[in-house]
């Protein structure tokens, strides 16, 4: 008896050491991105970047076509409309047909997309970076738009979307697409000369940030509740 308590307790120190180091390691990557997104995020940096960036935004200017315009604005354009109608639909989809698993899935999907839009809000009157084709007027930006350049708000969207689909459903057939469309949404706002490369990076980052807070604060709650019920069981039969 006493040699299975030992063994028991050494089971549990194990699994509660390879749980800390899994934490451990999941905050070191979450610090790094937290990191380089304050680090992008400091003024005198992001207009240090707009060199380097504008020379390239020009590059992609000097090889713009018919084709390659029709395109990347019609996959720009599409972006608002898919990034709130693909969760609130699938929200909808869960309700009408009661299935809980697609219910819980649209609200977190509906939650990611609305902490990233605050997000990105704020992030952007905080930096207060002007447009690429502000800053250079010889640069020629596609598309007509006056709120702040820093992060990419179509970016940050694309990427909440892609992840917290990947997350809920993480098929490489489901994660492949999901990931090529929202790299597109970013290529695309360079292409059009209305982000810098930085912009993009920035809500790449923001938005699967907040697509992974908004799930994590759904499992938070449903083990909360899990535990509860626990308890009032074990309650009722006592």
Request: charged residues 20%; contains cysteine; hydrophobic residues 40%.
């Amino acid at each position: 008896r006493g040699k299975n308590q030992i063994d028991s307790r050494h089971t549990r120190s194990t699994v509660s050491l390879k749980r800390l180091r899994s934490w451990i390691s999941g905050q070191r990557k979450r610090t790094l991105c937290f990191m380089i997104l304050a680090t992008m995020m400091s003024p005198s940096l992001v207009q240090a970047q707009a060199r380097w960036e504008m020379d390239w935004l020009h590059r992609l200017a000097d090889h713009r076509t018919a084709g390659k315009n029709a395109f990347f604005q019609t996959i720009s354009d599409v972006n608002v409309p898919l990034t709130l109608g693909v969760p609130i639909g699938w929200l909808a989809y869960g309700l009408l047909d009661k299935n809980a698993s697609a219910t819980r899935e649209g609200i977190t999907w509906t939650a990611a997309q609305l902490v990233n839009g605050a997000l990105t809000l704020s992030m952007k009157a905080a930096v207060n970076r002007p447009r690429p084709a502000v800053s250079d007027p010889t640069l020629i930006a596609l598309e007509d738009v006056r709120i702040h350049s820093f992060p990419s708000g179509h970016t940050s969207s694309a990427f909440t979307l892609a992840t917290s689909i990947s997350i809920d459903h993480p098929q490489w057939y489901v994660v492949a697409p999901a990931f090529l469309y929202a790299t597109l949404i970013g290529y695309s706002r360079c292409y059009l000369g209305v982000h810098y490369p930085s912009d993009v990076i920035a809500g790449a980052i923001l938005g699967s940030g907040s697509a992974w807070l908004s799930d994590r604060a759904d499992r938070w709650i449903r083990e909360g509740s899990a535990r509860k019920q626990k308890k009032q069981s074990l309650a009722f039969i006592y």
